[in-house]
């Protein structure tokens, strides 16, 4: 195993989030879980048996919210000395065609997706330019790479976090390193927050080969787990019948 890493993973209440704070922290991380449902977070911890050598804390987080974003890095750091990679991993789905005009959901979509990822690169950033060393881990979405009706706002907001988490990578020093994890249908609960009836239905169907969001945190672990030097830039995991 590699040297245990201090991993923060926001969106961390289920699917790709939960399960790669309890990979990480089995592996010997030390994870601090972040989300808005507090329960569920507790439910992660009585669940997860950490490592010897690892650990799995919780803290609720509202990503959306720039000064608790950043109370949550600096609270990692106050605790353990340091940051070593922050997994921007929350993300919503609220699908729809834009002529149903849900533009409240739109709103809420590019603030969790698009917002939340600024909020955590801008709370981490200070700290690993200061230690001359991290790794910033994006959670985008195959949405990133191809645009599917009822998902033009999602897939625009995921397109965004991937140019947003490329842009960063070149203009870091490559000390730092960065890695767009984009999963294609993950088991997960992202597809219950669908509230238009069409769109639902559609993704009935285009859900129904799924992987489990172990395989993620398997491909998040792998990118962490490279030496120094190796920096992991895209990933894309989906169903082998997903095309």
């Known amino acids: ?28 991380h030390h994870v601090i879980a972040g989300a808005r449902r507090e329960d569920r977070l507790r439910d992660l911890v009585d669940s997860t048996a950490a490592a010897a050598g690892g650990s799995l804390a919780v803290r609720r987080l509202d990503v959306t919210d720039r ?16 940051i070593d990679v922050l997994v921007n991993n929350a993300g919503v789905m609220p699908l729809s ?23 955590g690169i801008a709370a981490a950033l200070p700290h690993f330019q200061g230690r001359g060393r991290g790794h910033f881990v994006t959670v985008a979405s195959i949405g990133a790479h191809q645009v599917v009706p009822t ?3 999602y897939c625009a907001t995921k397109y965004a976090a ?21 999963p294609g249908v993950v088991a997960s609960e992202l597809a219950d927050t669908i509230t238009d009836a069409d769109a639902a239905a559609a993704m009935r169907t285009y ?18 787990g490279e030496p120094d030097d190796v920096d992991v830039n895209e990933l894309i995991v989906r169903p082998a019948r997903q095309r």
């Open 1 to 28: 195993m590699t040297d245990s890493k201090i991993v923060l993973i926001t969106g961390a209440s289920s699917g790709i989030g939960a399960a790669t704070a309890a990979h990480l922290a089995q592996a010997g």
């Open 97 to 119: 065609r834009l002529d149903a005009l849900l533009v409240e959901q739109w709103d809420a979509t590019i603030d969790v997706n698009v917002r939340g990822l600024l909020n």
């Open 162 to 182: 991937w140019a947003i988490t490329e842009g960063l990578r070149l203009e870091l020093d490559p000390a730092i390193r960065v890695t767009t994890v984009s």
């Open 151 to 153: 998902g033009a706002v």
């Open 207 to 224: 859900r129904a080969d799924a992987i489990s969001p172990d395989a993620i945190a398997r491909a998040i672990a792998y990118a962490i």
């Open 67 to 82: 000064t608790q974003v950043a109370a949550f890095v600096e609270n990692a750091v106050d605790t353990h000395g340091r």
